[in-house]
């Protein structure tokens, strides 16, 4: 189980909350189609490859050796000297700029480990080699204005590559964001024997595949609610929002889709990106003893009961368990509103007991539908 909130952001001048409006960073993914007469790709990808390899067994060898740390500066000064004739000055930048930021993150978790902050990881390992068995992975890292995409040709404009000409390269594949690009990874799949170029940047536009019409991202919100969901197995989404409005997706037929999204971290992801292009600021909360606290008398009221119900022992009315935890994660951000924490404003103006949550199943036939629609679709499925 995980949790979520849309929050608001209040304003500095005063307590009305206002949207604080994230620019959405994606990464759009192409194959690419190179010549043979651009095969030299994979010489360039295997001298990226040998760079990061280089730079980085002396960094781990200087860190098992007990040396006086890590000597970031003098390693990336000596190993740009070393490549960057042959791969260009940008592009030996690119790969040890990133060796830099891997190890970075390395030692953030480290520190983080010491406090104590990583309770469910055993090791933190340092940074890998770019190989695959024994063989190195064709891996190209460019800045920004080392590439340019002609969307019309379908090409993209490779530049600055050392001993390497410059190479505009076709491409199959969708760019549905515009923005302001940032930077490119090439990676050879040596399964597939293919080419991807992964395009990471900041959307200001998207593709509406169905109308064909660039849609400026974010967009602006039209309300300023706030709203809880909670994520589960059996109710993918349990959602409250502060207007009152309860609703359960149901997943029995989802728990077959690539095994509940694959990880509970892409599901999340995904939800996080949707939220960020409609103008919502998503925060991920604890989601502890929420499904566990009445949502109208807080701590010290109420139990959970038979298949996923919650009864407030005060009232002695019983609701959805998941919809409670999604109401108490909505006001987490703000405990003296009435938060999990709080006590003055719990449930006031909330219609607990007259709202019936609506309750959506997904069916492969017809997506999502409401509960009422279930039956009526339940044929359509069987015969897919």
Not at 29 to 46: C, R, Y
Not at 92 to 97: R, Y
Request: charged share 25%.
């Amino acid at each position: 189980m995980a949790g979520m909130v849309g929050k608001l952001k209040k304003n500095k001048k005063g307590s009305d909350p206002m949207p604080a409006i994230p620019v959405p960073k994606r990464t759009i993914t192409v194959e690419l189609i190179p010549t043979k007469e651009q095969e030299e790709l994979k010489d360039l990808g295997d001298l990226c490859s040998k760079l990061w390899n280089q730079v980085n067994y002396e960094r781990k060898r200087q860190f098992f050796n007990g040396e006086h740390g890590v000597d970031i500066k003098g390693t990336y000064n000596k190993w740009y000297n070393e490549y960057k004739d042959m791969i260009g000055t940008i592009t030996a930048q690119q790969v040890l700029n990133k060796n830099n930021e891997a190890w970075r993150s390395f030692f953030s978790l480290l520190r983080a480990k010491k406090k104590l902050l990583l309770p469910f990881t055993k090791k933190v390992n340092p940074p890998g080699y770019w190989k695959d068995r024994k063989e190195r992975k064709l891996i190209i890292v460019l800045r920004k204005d080392q590439y340019k995409i002609d969307e019309e040709k379908q090409e993209i404009e490779l530049r600055h590559l050392g001993k390497f000409k410059d190479l505009a390269i076709r491409y199959n594949g969708e760019i549905y964001y515009r923005g302001e690009h940032g930077r490119l990874e090439i990676i050879y799949n040596p399964v597939l024997h293919k080419w991807y170029a992964h395009i990471t940047l900041k959307a200001s536009e998207k593709l509406n595949r169905k109308t064909g019409k660039w849609i400026k991202v974010p967009l602006t919100p039209k309300g300023n609610l706030v709203g809880g969901i909670d994520i589960g197995i059996n109710n993918l989404f349990a959602v409250y929002v502060s207007d009152g409005t309860q609703m359960l997706i149901k997943t029995r037929v989802l728990k077959s889709i690539s095994y509940y999204f694959m990880k509970l971290i892409s599901m999340k992801q995904k939800l996080k990106n949707v939220a960020e292009e409609y103008g919502i600021t998503v925060e991920f909360v604890n989601e502890s003893y929420t499904s566990t606290t009445c949502p109208i008398h807080g701590k010290g009221c109420g139990e959970r009961v038979y298949r996923g119900l919650f009864k407030c022992t005060t009232s002695n009315k019983v609701y959805n368990a998941d919809l409670v935890g999604a109401f108490n994660m909505s006001i987490i951000p703000s405990p003296n509103d009435g938060g999990v924490e709080g006590t003055t404003t719990r449930g006031i103006g909330i219609s607990w007991g007259k709202t019936t949550p609506l309750v959506y199943m997904w069916t492969r036939g017809s997506g999502l539908v409401a509960s009422y629609d279930s039956m009526r679709v339940k044929r359509m499925d069987q015969n897919l």
